[in-house]
């Protein structure tokens, strides 16, 4: 074809498609950016926070709490003390090698405890946890001791993966607070050792059609 | 030629009967009497209103009477807000007998709110819900919830198929739950939408209304692609007791009918440092808030390690809600 024809025929399909269709393309580039926006915002949020100013408010310090043995990913952190909430700690008060009298003791002996933990057909003993030898403390499998307190060291044994995610914050609650020291609820605040899955229940409340 | 015309349909007087003759009235003399009649009508029906006590007493009527002509809240100086507040603070006192404390915290620098839920593990009570509905003073009446917890069977990933009406003991077998609020999308459709400019994204993340800027026309809502957003149909009604005392303007304090509200993360608690109500309420441990910006934040933990989505991401909101699986 001539120069002359091919220019005045491929003015009308630049001029209505061809620019437009340039347009319709780069337009979908701010939405490409979009992803930039906020994830690059948060990976480039590499600086250490210093936990207590990160708001203009005065986080009171909790009581009954235990700094716990491993670090997380900001330093030391701290969960719920056990042994207070424990009502008749010291065990090795009535379990002793001398003879005991005590008031109720029928009633106040937990020999009623249903373990439920472990497989139905092997279930998990008193012993699995509890030390014979000194019943202040639990024990591990190897033998040492582990303190209540601690008890994240007892179920870690087992359950590793949920104490890995409990250190990091995956697993488990943080208690009423996000921003200053990280005080995390531990394995026995939320699970009852001897049955520790949640049992079903009734919702709190219900919800109407929202259309 | 023109005089013909007029004088030949000219009415002749005297055949008239008095009753039949146009009363011709002075235009001065007509609105003179008009505006003394409305002013007086006018002033009897103040007094009479203000006698029987219908506009409440003369000081709330005056405060609220100055709170109708406030600016949007972004326009505010620090001393307007102030002013503002008391005003607001001393009508509950006056017309609700409560003492109520509205908070105008603003965002802070380092901050950047970020949320995580958990799928394995919740479990459908819906105590988050709850606790939401009493925080946030939420309408009792037409059973307003900002967070809605879906029933879902195994495999499926929208909450569009699953069943948000459930009510039956929990958790039921092949089944897990989902819950889904306002996500606080980074690209927010809804801010893009509204006419007025009555809802904007704050530095530290959370999208908030100006309730009285807010005119009611639910832009937002046909925007928002998550159903994020609540309008009052009615006139909000909450039990006296049940009422939460510490308040923020852009968050929980208590709205009329025709605004538009959401969730806010807990604006009131949040900038203060606590968690939210829904976080802190869940018994599972399935909600996980904190700073995005603190790298050793339980969030940035599950960002990190988790395997994370979020919902309709091809739409490009950004919302900072991600939802994560053991």
């Given amino acids: 074809m001539k120069k002359s024809k091919l220019i005045r025929y491929s003015f009308y399909p630049i001029l209505f498609c061809l620019i437009p269709g340039v347009f319709i393309l780069f337009s979908c580039l701010p939405a490409f950016s979009g992803e930039a926006g906020l994830a690059s915002r948060i990976k480039n949020a590499t600086q250490k926070m210093d936990k207590k100013n990160q708001v ?14 491993v670090e997380d990913q900001g330093g030391t952190f701290f969960t719920k003390a056990r042994k207070v909430e424990i009502n008749r700690f010291k065990c090795s008060a009535c379990h002793n090698n001398k003879s005991v009298a005590i008031d109720n003791a029928a ?50 044994q087992c359950h590793f993966r949920q104490k890995k995610d409990w250190i990091g914050g995956a697993h488990g609650k943080r208690v009423t607070y996000w921003a200053g020291e990280r005080v995390v609820e531990n394995c026995t605040s939320c699970h009852n050792p001897h049955s520790p899955r949640f049992e079903k229940q009734w919702p709190k409340t219900y919800s109407v059609p929202l259309k | 030629m023109a005089q013909n015309i007029f004088r030949s349909v000219k009415i002749d007087k005297e055949d008239l009967m008095d009753s039949d003759k146009p009363k011709k009235i002075n235009r001065r003399a ?16 103040t007094a009479g209103c203000k006698g029987k006590g219908l506009l409440g007493s003369s000081e709330a009527f005056a405060l609220e009477f100055q709170e109708y002509f406030k600016t949007h809240y972004r326009l505010m100086t620090q001393i307007e807000r102030e002013k503002t507040v008391s005003r607001l603070e001393r009508i509950a006192r006056l017309k609700q007998d409560m003492d109520i404390k509205i908070d105008t915290t603003g965002p802070s620098e380092k901050v950047l709110y970020g949320y995580a839920f958990n799928v394995t593990r919740c479990e459908g009570y819906m105590e988050c819900v709850q606790a939401c509905v009493k925080e946030n003073n939420l309408d009792r009446k037409s059973n307003t919830q900002y967070i809605r917890i879906f029933e879902m069977e195994h495999g499926q990933m929208s909450p569009d198929q699953g069943d948000g009406k459930y009510f039956h003991m929990v958790p039921k077998e092949g089944h897990f739950y989902m819950g889904v609020q306002c996500f606080q999308c ?35 809502m046909a925007a928002c692609p998550y159903w994020g957003r609540r309008f009052n149909w009615n006139q909000p009604q909450i039990p006296r007791e049940e009422i939460t005392r510490k308040q923020h303007y852009l968050g929980n304090r208590q709205r009329v009918r025709g605004m538009v509200e959401k969730c806010t993360f807990c604006i009131q608690r949040t900038r203060k440092g606590k968690l939210t109500a829904c976080a802190e309420a869940c018994p599972t441990g399935a909600r996980v808030f904190g700073n995005l910006l603190d790298p050793d934040s339980e969030i940035r933990f599950v960002l990190e390690n988790k395997k994370v989505y979020r919902l309709k991401e091809d739409l490009g909101t950004e919302p900072k809600f991600w939802y994560f699986i053991d």
């Fill in chain 2, 30 to 45: 007509f609105i003179k009497g008009a505006a003394s009649t409305a002013i007086a009508g006018g002033a009897a029906v």
């Fill in chain 2, 186 to 220: 980074d690209n927010p459709p809804c801010v893009k939408a509204c006419p007025t400019k009555a809802t904007w994204k704050e530095p530290d993340g959370i999208v908030v209304v100006d309730y009285d800027w807010c005119i009611g026309c639910r832009y937002c």
């Fill in chain 1, 56 to 69: 203009e408010a005065s986080i009171p310090k909790m009581k009954h709490i235990i700094a716990v043995n």
């Fill in chain 1, 107 to 156: 009633r106040i002996s937990h020999a009623d405890i249903q373990v439920v933990h472990g497989n139905k057909e092997k279930s998990l003993a008193c012993n699995t946890c509890h030390s014979e030898k000194d019943r202040d403390f639990l024990v591990a499998g190897e033998g040492t001791k582990i303190d209540f307190d601690h008890v994240y060291d007892m179920c870690g």
